[in-house]
């Protein structure tokens, strides 16, 4: 069956470190999303892609990177992580530009000691 | 820039019951909605949606209400069950296309 995956599900590291968070979706969807949720707020936007070589930056996306080389992931990167950052993380994808359903993958829990 | 924000952040329902969930939103330009369920330690799960051309629509045990002169979308869950015990949220897609998430509102059900 498609589906989304992030991988690591959970992940500790240390203040100033370089933090990769992957997410691999086989639904052949065009775009993809990176969000994260912390107690108070809604899933605040980091990033999103419509398409391969599109990125675009969200609500939230300072000290964080994306890049898009194939359809099927969209990785997100922390340049250099803060304990701001300690969060979870959930990617998303859907079919068309923006207007579509968002289906979720498990998310990914990140503390940043 | 818009914001989603719930009524309540809890509720209890006796299992049996009909739960209704409650949301505001503040952009009136907002033209398509989505109730996500949210298990613990899972990703949320799309329930149900609603565009704004529409008052109402019904899946199954689930019927969302848009009210667009007070900006308010409601959730109904009928004969609540224990695996409806979850948090649950709703989304609206505002300016640029993109979705906006409330808080979300924690639903347990009472055996």
């Known amino acids: 069956d498609a589906e989304i995956t992030q991988s690591p599900r959970h992940k500790i590291t240390e203040t100033g470190r370089q933090v990769t968070l992957a997410c691999h979706q086989t639904w052949n969807h065009n775009n993809m999303f990176w969000y994260r949720q912390d107690l108070g707020h809604g899933l605040r936007l980091i990033h999103y892609?419509?398409?391969?070589?599109?990125?675009n930056k969200g609500e939230v996306s300072d000290g964080y990177s994306v890049s898009r080389s194939n359809t099927e992931d969209l990785p997100l990167t922390l340049e250099s992580a803060a304990s701001s950052q300690t969060s979870v993380y959930f990617c998303?994808?859907?079919?068309?530009?923006?207007?579509?359903?968002?289906?979720f993958g498990p998310g990914t829990r990140l503390t940043v000691l | 820039g818009e914001s989603v924000g719930l009524h309540l952040p809890t509720l209890s329902v006796q299992e049996g019951d009909n739960s209704i969930i409650n949301c505001a939103y503040s952009?009136?330009?907002?033209?398509?909605f989505i109730w996500y369920k949210q298990e613990s330690g899972k990703g949320p799960q799309f329930i149900i949606d609603?565009?704004?051309?529409?008052d109402k629509r019904q899946g199954q045990r689930v019927t969302v209400l848009l009210n667009k002169t007070v900006k308010h979308l409601s959730l109904q869950i009928a004969a609540t069950q224990p695996g409806d015990s979850a948090v649950y949220f709703c989304?609206?897609?505002?300016?640029?296309?993109?979705?906006?998430f409330g808080t979300g509102t924690s639903l347990t059900v009472i055996p």
């Open positions: 998303a994808s859907s079919l068309t530009g923006g207007s579509d359903t968002q289906y």
């Open positions: 989304a609206e897609r505002g300016t640029g296309n993109q979705f906006y």
């Open positions: 609603i565009r704004s051309n529409m």
């Open positions: 952009n009136s330009a907002s033209d398509y």
């Open positions: 892609s419509y398409g391969v070589q599109d990125t």
